[in-house]
Nanobody, 127 residues
């Protein structure tokens, strides 16, 4: 069983930066991991994903060039570095991990590829 806890959310002005962290317990060394978000009234969307060893990453078009996903398997941590944030980035951000290690490329942004989810952390960007 994998347990995920996000932290680092908060309020930030447009153009600013924020770093989200996700602490994992359990065996995540063979898990694809990702960040998702859900804004009020909108469906959940995949933001970024990284392969088991961190060598492969993929991003939603809306965050490409602004967000960076990374993982430290030795610490069982997943990160999302957010820069040049925009009001449209306002959402609850969730960390997710897969039970298997298959890297689906772009499709790794699809929620059904993940089996474990954190409780989420709120990010609010003001203009």
């Amino acid at each position: 069983q994998v347990h995920l806890v996000e932290s680092g959310g908060g309020s930030v002005q447009a153009g600013g930066s924020l770093r989200l962290s996700c602490a994992a317990s359990g065996y995540i060394y063979s898990s694809v991991m990702g960040w998702f978000r859900q804004a009020p009234g909108k469906e959940r969307e995949g933001v970024a994903s990284t392969s088991v060893n961190g060598l492969h990453t993929t991003y939603a078009d809306s965050v490409t060039g602004r967000f960076t996903i990374s993982r430290d398997n030795s610490k069982k941590m997943l990160y999302l570095e957010m820069t040049n944030v925009k009001p449209d980035d306002t959402a609850i951000y969730y960390c997710a991990a897969s039970a298997g290690g298959t890297w689906y490329g772009r499709r790794s942004l699809e929620g059904d590829k993940y089996d474990y989810w954190g409780q989420g952390t709120q990010v609010t960007v003001s203009s």
